[in-house]
């Protein structure tokens, strides 16, 4: 199905309604959709409380266009799932940009709306098995809480999280006995400064920017045990 095909198209996602992206999200989406546009989008931030009753709202066929920056495969298989109890779910489809945010967002997400090739149904969505191989918790000493929160995504820490796990797995120091157990998180605050990683059970806050300052993070804090004051947040 295409754009066409569609009694609706919805742009779902955090940070919608305030702020730069914003901004610029809805002044894209109207040069290419027109202002009338601006009533399909439905900001997520607090909850998905507005989606679903948007959903219940609109005519159908309906799709829904996932914009959340944290999206990943098994976002988008609890998103359909949940259209799937809505009413008429055979008339629900769902698509995502998988957290593949361009410089021009909105022209990827228009772009999206023709690709019905991408376009998957809420009807038939894999029930979640009952017992999973990983569900024991996994061996550690220490935790690491990487905040993925809107603004800490947009300073780069979806790339930084891949870096940890792997500079983590590189010293022997991943989900192991004496090892270290890593959690992406929502917003933890002090945004301004972040990317954000907090360290428990020491209950420290790191600030971390790139490829370098991980590296430090991992090989001095993590594996040497000394302190890093350079990337330490000050309350």
Not at 68 to 84: G, K, N, T, V, Y
Not at 136 to 163: D, E, F, M, V, Y
Request: glycine share 6%; with cysteine; proline share 7%.
């Amino acid at each position: 199905m295409t754009t066409a095909a569609y009694a609706r198209v919805l742009f779902a996602g955090p940070d919608l309604t305030e702020g730069s992206f914003a901004e610029l999200f809805r002044r894209q989406l109207v040069a290419l959709r027109g202002e009338a546009a601006l009533a399909d989008i439905v900001d997520t931030s607090a909850d998905y409380a507005p989606l679903w009753q948007r959903v219940v709202d609109s005519e159908r066929p309906l799709l829904v266009i996932d914009l959340d920056p944290q999206s990943s495969a098994q976002h988008l298989d609890w998103l359909r799932s949940e259209l799937s109890k809505q009413a008429q779910p055979d008339q629900l489809f769902a698509a995502s940009l998988l957290g593949q945010f361009e410089t021009d967002p909105a022209a990827a997400a228009c772009a999206l709306v023709e690709r019905g090739e991408l376009h998957l149904s809420c009807v038939g969505v894999p029930e979640l098995p009952e017992h999973h191989a990983w569900s024991c918790i996994p061996p550690h000493r220490q935790r690491l809480l990487l905040c993925n929160g809107p603004r800490c995504t947009r300073r780069g820490a979806l790339p930084l999280w891949k870096s940890l796990r792997e500079q983590l797995k590189v010293a022997g120091k991943l989900e192991c006995a004496g090892g270290v157990h890593i959690t992406r998180t929502q917003c933890q605050f002090p945004c301004d400064d972040g990317p954000t990683v907090s360290l428990y059970p020491e209950g420290e806050w790191y600030r971390i920017r790139n490829q370098e300052e991980v590296v430090r993070l991992v090989q001095e804090r993590i594996v040497e045990g000394r302190d890093v004051p350079e990337l330490l947040m000050r309350s």
